[in-house]
């Protein structure tokens, strides 16, 4: 049976300060500029052109919200590596994403998205890192899988296991990975609720 995410895009903000002001928990999708991240959001809900997918890498350029049923937002966040845009630019967004993942109280996840073909860098192990001292719930999505041959999908798991986390492969195209990854999303809303009770006492 295929798992359902609906998803409704509610707002765009170009810093924390324009961020919504709700109860929701936040599961925040990261990666390169190039990674497939609007696809594959688009294919979690199952929605075309839900998020903005172009041929152009770096077009996401706020933090973009998603409400999901009553109690759950997706945060889907501009991508990082090669853009076309000023320096100014990059770093507005760069301080925005810094703030978010820092110090946004509804986020309590974080799905970094990986070219199943190259790999984590630096800048996945970070993340990683970060979502562990915040305590926040990690999850690892190889994409493209459609593009691997069957002989290097098990290199391409063994790559992610520096991020001590199990990964998801997964394909917009196929479908691969996709109700695994609408599980682990969904589950999320009951962490959102367990920490908020936590907060009240």
């Avoid at 961020?19 to 500029?33: K, Q, T």
């Avoid at 959001?41 to 350029?61: C, D, E, M, Q």
């Avoid at 759950?72 to 090669?82: K, N, R, S």
């Avoid at 820092?102 to 979502?131: C, K, Y």
Wanted: hydrophobic content about 45%.
């Amino acid at each position: 049976m295929t798992i359902k995410v609906h998803a409704e895009f509610v707002a765009s903000a170009p810093s924390m300060r324009e961020c919504p002001r709700w109860d929701r928990a936040e599961v925040a999708i990261v990666g390169r500029s190039n990674v497939g991240k609007s696809s594959l959001l688009n294919a979690i809900a199952g929605v075309h052109g839900l998020a903005r997918v172009s041929k152009t890498p770096g077009r996401t350029r706020s933090l973009n919200f998603f409400a999901v049923g009553d109690s759950l937002a997706i945060a889907d966040l501009p991508g990082y590596g090669y853009a076309k845009m000023s320096h100014a630019e990059a770093e507005r967004i760069s301080a925005a994403m810094q703030a978010f993942l820092s110090h946004r109280t509804n986020l309590v996840a974080l799905v970094i998205l990986i070219d199943s073909r190259r790999g984590p860098q630096s800048e996945e192990l970070e993340l990683a890192a970060m979502a562990r001292e915040r305590g926040l719930t990690l999850i690892v999505v190889a994409t493209k899988s459609d593009k691997l041959k069957r002989s290097e999908r098990a290199r391409a798991l063994a790559r992610l296991a520096a991020l001590e986390a199990e990964p998801i492969l997964c394909s917009a195209v196929t479908g691969e990975g996709l109700d695994d990854l609408r599980r682990r999303i969904l589950a999320l809303a009951r962490v959102g609720r367990g920490r908020e009770r936590l907060a009240r006492r």
